[in-house]
């Protein structure tokens, strides 16, 4: 064990050193703390192809090991009691206001990002921000932990989404946490991002739940697995945190064990030849502003190439940029914050273009030195600024507006 640990360490070393010469744009604040968080990330995804190919241990294990070097105790504090549990048998982390109120509080319900792989609200960075929302908006705040990929596939996430959000809806449940019903907020970032899209587009248009969401939060989500050749695909195909190569690898894990799913997304070759008829809406070329279409090319994807059956790629609930026109008119007040150096930039701007065209309110925030993954980072040692900025955005806009 001695010489494995020796052995990681030199590696990590190594790869370190060649991860760190990548470029980071000029824009980019405190330069140095990124370059090294990027070089970190590369290097631990290296070692976990690495380890994968030489059968040590599979990559998502691998990173989900160092992942769980983060996690955190529900520790309440002198404004907030914290502490773990279950709703409807999916773990929730909550965090209940200590101060007396003489009204019913507001309430977010928020679902982590991680590409459905990894993540947990046990995270510092989750858990920290769900504290602040709890302590500046004086609000009750639910923070879910839906199953994970690849034990658990799709749709198994947008069902313990759904069932957290379900139950925290119910009259009994409300009442125990003083919680406001027309008071309520469903958030997430990334991965989580898009389970708030599906779970508030299911609530909304759902005649048989009472209780409606006020408003919904998505940070830089995910919101199609149409196209992977949209242009914020390519232009951060090998950008800072997160790369094209590493989200699809995550995505197929995500969605089937059929390891040639993989293969074809990279090729924008995945979808089923009944499909096309779905295209118009995640249409870049129709949906982006013309600064982000910039002079790329549209090539639509290349369908039939597969031989499998996979209804997962149709679905609005792994899509919900598939969403009908009367579906989006039923959607609360929704803020949208994307990230320039972000591969998925482009799906929260065709959202944001798909819900204006329908008259559905949304407020859209675009951070030109963003880049994906940020509220990782917003604690010792790894703080940055741009973190803490869109923490600060985002509990700003849910005081005003919830």
């Not at 590493?246 to 390891?259: D, Q």
């Not at 249409?283 to 982000?292: A, E, G, R, S």
């Not at 994906?372 to 869109?390: C, D, E, K, N």
């Amino acid at each position: 064990m001695t010489g494995f640990k020796a052995l990681c360490l030199g590696l990590f070393c190594v790869l370190f050193a060649i991860h760190i010469h990548m470029p980071i744009p000029s824009n980019i604040e405190e330069r140095w703390k990124v370059t090294a968080l990027d070089a970190i990330t590369r290097t631990c995804s290296f070692m976990g192809i690495c380890f994968e190919h030489i059968g040590i241990m599979k990559y998502e294990e691998f990173i989900s090991m160092i992942f769980r070097l983060d996690h955190t105790q529900p520790l309440s504090d002198e404004h907030i009691t914290v502490t773990d549990t279950a709703f409807a048998d999916v773990p929730v982390r909550l965090y209940l206001p200590k101060r007396k109120s003489e009204t019913p509080r507001r309430a977010v319900i928020y679902l982590h990002g991680g590409a459905y792989c990894f993540g947990s609200f046990k995270h510092t960075g989750f858990d920290f921000l769900n504290r602040e929302t709890a302590k500046k908006l004086d609000a009750v705040v639910v923070a879910a932990d839906y199953r994970l990929a690849p034990q658990h596939r799709s749709p198994a996430q947008f069902e313990d989404s759904i069932a957290v959000v379900k139950f925290f809806l119910q009259d009994k449940i409300l009442m125990k946490y003083g919680v406001d019903p027309t008071r309520i907020c469903v958030s997430g970032d990334s991965a989580g991002g898009r389970l708030a899209a599906a779970v508030t587009q299911q609530v909304q248009n759902d005649l048989e739940i009472k209780h409606k969401i006020k408003v919904q939060a998505l940070l830089y989500p995910s919101l199609q697995i149409i196209d992977s050749y949209l242009p914020s695909l390519r232009e951060n195909e090998n950008g800072i945190i997160i790369t094209r190569e590493i989200a699809i690898k995550l995505l197929g894990l995500y969605l089937s064990e059929n390891k040639t799913l993989t293969e074809a997304m990279r090729r924008n070759q995945h979808m089923p030849l009944e499909s096309r008829h779905l295209f118009k809406f995640v249409n870049w070329t129709i949906l982006l502003p013309k600064k982000y279409r910039k002079d790329h090319v549209y090539y639509e994807p290349i369908l039939g190439r597969t031989n499998f059956s996979l209804p997962a790629l149709m679905d609005v609930r792994e899509s919900p940029l598939l969403a009908s026109d009367s579906q989006l008119q039923n959607l609360p007040l929704t803020y949208i914050l994307t990230c320039q150096y972000d591969i998925l930039r482009d799906d929260g701007f065709m959202y944001v273009s798909r819900l204006q065209n329908v008259g559905a309110q949304v407020v859209h925030e675009h951070i030109e030195d963003g880049f994906h993954g940020a509220l990782s980072y917003m604690t010792p040692p790894f703080y940055l600024q741009l973190g803490l900025r869109i923490k600060d955005k985002y509990i700003s806009w849910l005081n005003n507006n919830l």
